[in-house]
């Protein structure tokens, strides 16, 4: 299993500011996800953070908005540049893992956001 | 990465055994299924994952007929506490990048 930790668990910026949000596994792991979640909606993957190599990101997400960083095995930030109030969401981290035979995401609590 | 197809709500009431079905058509020969519980405020948690036939622990049994285009996530005797977003994933995590795309996910809600 892992434990995974966010900060900041939440946050109010003003608009075209930015966010920087850090993510923490408690062991090493390949594999870190980025996901936003919006009231009452489902999680939406932003984009994929591998140790080593760029953020590969989902179609409506690009790096200069959400700049990612994966500096080592054990941590990843998510960057909400130029925000706007349509950025007020839920942005979660996670982390595949293979425990006791499958293949299960961990998540971090979650860091809520809300721009004015 | 295979559709899926779930009930938005549901009701049921304390003690009763709450059966969630997901349809999943397009399903790969090398896709697992996999269900997530969400409770508000936090990120979701997995349940229960499945191949074919039946899958059990210690808190939820998942059936998956032989053509594997459904499954259905079994949650027995259910208490207030399991009044969450439950969260049916169709894929191959160790040949797709781990990516786990979410659907809209059933609200189940258990009232006593």
């Known amino acids: 299993s892992a434990v995974i930790s966010q900060k900041p668990s939440r946050d109010i910026c003003q608009r075209g500011t930015s966010l920087t949000i850090q993510c923490q596994v408690d062991?090493?792991?390949?594999?870190m996800f980025w996901y936003r979640q919006q009231p009452g909606q489902s999680l939406t993957l932003i984009a994929t953070?591998?140790?080593?190599?760029?953020?590969?990101?989902e179609s409506g997400f690009v790096i200069d908005k959400f700049p990612i960083s994966r500096p080592n095995l054990t941590f990843s930030t998510l960057t909400v540049s130029n925000m706007s109030p349509e950025d007020s969401s839920i942005y979660l981290c996670?982390?595949?893992?293979?425990?006791?035979?499958?293949?299960?995401?961990?998540f971090g609590p979650g860091t809520r956001l809300t721009v004015l | 990465l295979a559709k899926t197809t779930q009930p938005i709500s549901m009701d049921s009431y304390e003690g009763q055994e709450v059966n969630i079905t997901c349809s999943h058509n397009n399903i790969a020969t090398n896709d697992y299924i996999t269900w997530y519980q969400q409770f508000p405020s936090q990120g979701p948690r997995f349940i229960i994952q499945g191949y074919k036939t039946k899958v059990t622990n210690e808190v939820a049994s998942l059936f998956i007929p032989a053509d594997r285009k459904s499954s259905t996530l079994s949650l027995p005797r259910v208490s207030l506490s399991d009044t969450a977003v439950y969260y049916c994933l169709v894929g191959a995590p160790h040949n797709q990048g781990g990516k786990l795309i979410f659907g809209q996910g059933t609200e189940l809600s258990v009232k006593p």
């Open positions: 062991s090493q792991v390949t594999m």
């Open positions: 996670s982390s595949l893992i293979r425990d006791r035979g499958n293949y299960e995401q961990f």
């Open positions: 953070a591998n140790q080593g190599s760029e953020a590969t990101y």
